[in-house]
Nanobody, 126 residues
Framework: QVQLVESGGGAVQAGGSLRVSCAASGRTSSMFSMGWFRQAPGEEREFVAAIAWYGDATAYADSVKGRFTISRDNARNTVYLQMNSLKPEDGAVYHC???????????????????WGQGTQVTVSS
């Protein structure tokens, strides 16, 4: 089992920045990729970004390319999502997830990820 705990959410004005973190514990050796998803009220869970646990591979949703950056610290078993130029439509609960494979650009489906965190709220005001 892998446990994931997100932190760093909050409220920010449009155009601002936030960084959310996801700390993994447990059988982290079984993880080969981690992703960030978000879910707004009444909406489906939406892929944001993913990163391979080894190597340099990343993937982003078109809606966040050029504004968000996913990174990781293997020594700390932590993944980060730096969010810049935030828009009101970026507001949602942000969840991190871990998978036993790296899916590349196909890793946008929530069903591919075996482990999930509880989420952290990001609110962007206009």
């Amino acid at each position: 089992q892998v446990q994931l705990v997100e932190s760093g959410g909050g409220a920010v004005q449009a155009g601002g920045s936030l960084r959310v973190s996801c700390a993994a514990s447990g059988r982290t050796s079984s993880m080969f990729s981690m992703g960030w998803f978000r879910q707004a009220p009444g909406e489906e869970r939406e892929f944001v970004a993913a990163i391979a646990w080894y190597g340099d591979a990343t993937a982003y949703a078109d809606s966040v390319k050029g504004r968000f950056t996913i990174s990781r610290d293997n020594a700390r078993n932590t993944v980060y999502l730096q969010m810049n130029s935030l828009k009101p439509e970026d507001g949602a609960v942000y969840h991190c997830a871990a998978a036993k494979r790296w899916y590349g650009s196909n890793g946008y489906r929530p069903s591919l990820y075996e482990y999930w965190g509880q989420g952290t709220q990001v609110t962007v005001s206009s």
